[in-house]
T-cell receptor
Framework: EAGVTQFPSHSVIEKGQTVTLRCDPI?????LYWYRRVMGKEIKFLLH????????ESGMPNNRFLAERTGGTYSTLKVQPAELEDSGVYFC??????????????FGPGTRLTVT | SQQGEEDPQALSIQEGENATMNCSYK?????LQWYRQNSGRGLVHLIL?????REKHSGRLRVTLDTSKKSSSLLITASRAADTASYFC????????????FGKGTKLTVNP
């Protein structure tokens, strides 16, 4: 079984540009999560999809971040326009748990975003 | 302050020794998960322990959970150089949306 995959693995962009990160969850996992770790800080939750619906987007830092999961399969996270403080590692995770049960979340390798 | 805080922040031991890492949290949880991250790589899920469980084993890993003290420990027995990594605890808060709240991690170095 393939794990969670993320693309690209690294991205270096200039301030003001747009970047789109992609996450492919484990096949059959309805739950998809985005997290990020900025330098020196802990890993923080961004948002949670159940299939194509946003279950919780309380962690999204501002309206420069847009996440989608059309069709309930892969997800994209767009940052537009990117700012210096957006630099960090963006992780995607997926799980198959029914709501409320809580199961292991399997993480992808992350996308390292550098905004210069 | 953090929901999950690991202790110690860094730990250096010799191969063959046991490594114990602790995690404290503040609010009621559904479960607690431990993850490992090798340098520059993704997070690898190690073990999940539910709030009604007290101890769980997986290979050389032993996890305990004390909900009265809001703490958990991860014990790695007979450590190997390949265990060198950062270890994170993550809590799934009761009444939350199943998002995980991470601590800053413990950086474990196992010297050959």
């Amino acid at each position: 079984e393939a794990g969670v995959t993320q693309f690209p693995s690294h991205s270096v962009i200039e301030k003001g540009q747009t970047v789109t990160l992609r996450c492919d969850p484990i096949s059959g996992h309805d739950n998809l999560y985005w997290y990020r770790r900025v330098m020196g800080k802990e890993i923080k939750f961004l948002l949670h999809f159940v299939k194509e619906s946003k279950q919780d987007e309380s962690g999204m830092p501002n309206n420069r971040f847009l996440a989608e999961r059309t069709g309930g399969t892969y997800s994209t996270l767009k940052v537009q326009p990117a700012e210096l403080e957006d630099s960090g590692v963006y992780f995607c995770a997926s799980s198959h748990a029914a709501p409320g049960l809580g199961h292991e979340q399997y993480f992808g390798p992350g996308t390292r975003l550098t905004v210069t | 302050s953090q929901q999950g805080e690991e202790d110690p922040q860094a730990l250096s031991i010799q191969e063959g020794e046991n490594a114990t890492m602790n995690c404290s949290y503040k609010t009621s949880i559904n479960n607690l998960q431990w993850y490992r991250q090798n340098s520059g790589r993704g997070l690898v899920h190690l073990i999940l322990i539910r709030s009604n469980e007290r101890e769980k084993h997986s290979g050389r890993l032993r996890v305990t959970l004390d909900t009265s003290k809001k703490s958990s420990s991860l014990l790695i027995t007979a450590s190997r150089a390949a265990d060198t990594a950062s270890y994170f605890c993550a809590t799934d808060i009761k009444g939350g949306s199943e998002k995980l709240v991470f601590g800053k991690g413990t950086k474990l170095t196992v010297n050959p």
